[in-house]
């Protein structure tokens, strides 16, 4: 293993661990100090990759917005509208079940929303949204459809990180969402002549 | 007027002060003395309805959770499935169009959040969803059925509340929004045998 791989591995665990926590304690409630603690490092060693909370918590979230990014960029790729949405609804659902103890942890605590929202603001934030919703229901949507993807979107979101599916395992719940999905936005195909 | 409905009155005038300002400044940036002065009366005349802020923020969210008690109760009266599935959904998106403010407030401020957690917490919380679901998916729902419900219920909510639609007049944003509700709640409706 080299340094940098080794950095790597470090950084990541640091960040799984600050996961952990701030599912358990919020992310107010979570100090620096208990994440070493936890980590099994000091605090230096801490700080060595991350300066605040608030950076830790940026980094939490940040591969998951990417994705989110990469998904939507992928699905625009798509020869069909009806590909386009296939590819991101699924990678959407997938994204959610693979991510669902941050996305439990965004809809309650008001400390990572703080965080998530000022690094996912205008123009990024608005972009991937407007992204998000042209790839599901074409350039300027009728309102009928921006709210079908609006309830979709929210909704597939917030149910997939509910904490009562959290004994549901992976492909169970990826099936039921992509199910819900599906019934949703099959509406928004353009209809066949 | 009597002395009553003139307390009525002016409690009636502070909630919907309140929850404009709540709106403009979230919970945590309103004081009772900005409530007071936007009202044009003394912080002595607030303190006389609510001795503090939280006290106002339940008081801003109760009638809405009351509501929503009231229409599940009308729905389990009604004689078969489709009728109580009707009766809720068509009554829970009423509710959320004419409180689409204080959906929106919840759904972006953390200070509201907190207070109507508390007052929503279990068992009466608990007991509202159990039951909200049990009135659209029945007794003991398969899981899908209760994705389904849940994402509806939040998905309705958040895009209900989303101030992109701020200009969207009552009739049309309801009715799209149960068209949204129909087309996934249809399908929950007991098959014909």
Known sequence: MTASTAANATRSRLLDTALKLFCEHGVEGTSLQMIADELGVTKAAVYYYFKTKDEIAEAVAAPTLHELEQI????????????????ALSGFVALIVRQRLLLGLY?????????????????????????MRTVLAGDNPGLGDAITVHVVFTGLAIAGGAPEYASVDDDTLRHHLLAVGRRLLGELRPKRR
Request: charged content about 35%; overall charge positive; glycine content about 4%.
């Open 72 to 87: 939507i960029e992928a699905a625009r790729t798509k020869p069909s509208r009806a590909a386009q949405i296939d590819h």
């Open 107 to 131: 809809n309650s605590d008001p400390g990572i929303r703080r965080v998530v929202n000022r690094s996912f603001a205008a123009p990024r934030g608005e972009d991937l949204r407007t992204r």
